[in-house]
């Protein structure tokens, strides 16, 4: 990528979309574009394809979603996922139709051991069944 190339990435605020920016900026890429959920909702398929038509990223890294925890995720399981596979696929393809160079899609789960001490030492991961939800 160029430093002044339009990278946008969405999910800015959250763990692994703000590592991603503070990198950026570190690697002195100058052109970062980054929206809160108040200014665009990824799940609004027509306020995406107007911000892709407005602001024509060249990149974009995909680290939005909806979290909650485990609590959250067990009890409003459905909700999660289609929320999720929504803002997903209108960012995706949204990136497609007006012609971004690259996107990087970014997906998490539960990954740690179901039984793990907490918090969680390094020798306890991979080490057992890995929490359902």
Same mark, same amino acid.
């Given at each position: ?6 990278? %946008? ?14 990198? /950026? ?16 909702? /990824? ?13 024509? *990223? ?16 067990? #009890? ?5 996922? %289609?929320?999720? @596979?929504?803002?997903? @696929? ?18 998490? #789960?539960? =990954?740690?051991?179901?039984?793990? *001490?907490? *918090? =969680? *030492? ?7 069944? /890995?929490?359902?939800?």
């Amino acid at each position: 990528m160029q430093q002044d190339a339009k990278i %946008y990435v969405a999910g800015h605020r959250g763990m692994v979309g703000s590592a991603i920016v503070r990198e /950026l900026k570190r690697q002195g890429y100058n052109n970062i574009i980054i929206r809160t959920h108040a200014e665009l909702d /990824l799940l609004n398929q027509q306020a995406v394809n107007d911000f892709f038509t407005t602001e024509r *990223p060249e990149y974009v890294f995909l680290a939005a979603a909806k979290v909650g925890g485990i609590e959250a995720n067990s #009890s409003a399981l459905a909700d999660f996922m %289609y929320e999720n @596979m929504m803002l997903e @696929m209108n960012a995706i393809h949204a990136a497609w139709q007006y012609g971004c160079r690259k996107l990087e899609f970014l997906g998490s #789960s539960c =990954i740690y051991p179901r039984m793990a *001490p907490q *918090p =969680i *030492p390094e020798n306890c991961l991979l080490t057992s069944g /890995l929490e359902k939800n």
